[in-house]
């Protein structure tokens, strides 16, 4: 009896290690990497748009490359250092990088909706405080081509990961003809788990110069 507790304990010790190491990968192992993606993908950035306004001549989210960043997205109500490049793509090879623009939806200032998801926890955590957001904060996104103004018009909602609305060129309209540019911010919800999504919508209220930059 003697033997067989102690070797239970040895294995529960392992176990308890194991799971550990397993939550601190996930923590901050993937933290780590999205990090050093992050600051790569900027670098690329910066090279795209000092070789030509290439964004400019995109007609189609179609025309975005796969894993290719494009955007800098910036929320400054989520703190000065926010900011992330957007990739195009969201499954998980994408969003272990950082945000990514949903495929089929809208490019940055054109009419439409422009949707990005990001994790809520783990990759950085990148959308983690996307709930706490309110109607009338500021989303900067930054591309080649200038830098796009959105004013957020909703309260962060919970709804079903099957609800496919809030793709729609109108979020949660489908059917409706769009006629303004939109964005659609989405991340998990509740932390940890998939069978919900945290949304929340908003319009384009200014387009600026890129030479100008964005203020804090």
């Given at each position: ?40 993908l900027t670098r690329e ?53 950082g945000p990514g623009h ?92 998939g069978t919900s999504r ?19």
């Open positions: 009896m003697r033997l067989y507790l102690r070797i239970s304990g040895e294995i529960l010790v392992t176990l308890g290690v194991l799971v550990l190491g397993f939550l601190a990968y996930m923590y901050w192992g993937t933290a780590m990497r999205e990090a050093g993606a992050q600051q790569a950035l910066g090279r795209q748009w000092s070789a030509g306004p290439s964004l400019t001549a995109l007609t189609s989210p179609g025309d975005l490359a796969l894993g290719k960043p494009f955007a800098l997205i910036r929320i400054p109500s989520l703190g000065p250092s926010w900011q992330f490049a957007v990739v195009q793509g969201t499954g998980l090879p994408e969003l272990a990088l949903v495929p089929g939806t809208g490019l940055p200032g054109r009419v439409g909706n422009f949707v990005v998801a990001g994790h809520r926890v783990t990759a950085g955590s990148p959308f983690w405080s996307l709930p706490s957001l309110r109607p009338g904060s500021v989303v900067y996104v930054e591309t080649i081509a200038g830098i796009y103004e959105y004013q957020l018009t909703t309260t962060p909602a919970l709804v079903s990961a099957d609800d496919d609305a809030m793709l729609a060129p109108v979020p949660f309209h489908p059917g409706a003809v769009a006629r303004r540019p939109m964005i659609t911010l989405i991340t998990c919800g509740p932390p940890w788990t945290v949304v929340v919508t908003g319009v384009l209220i200014h387009t600026l110069p890129r030479e100008q930059g964005i203020e804090g």
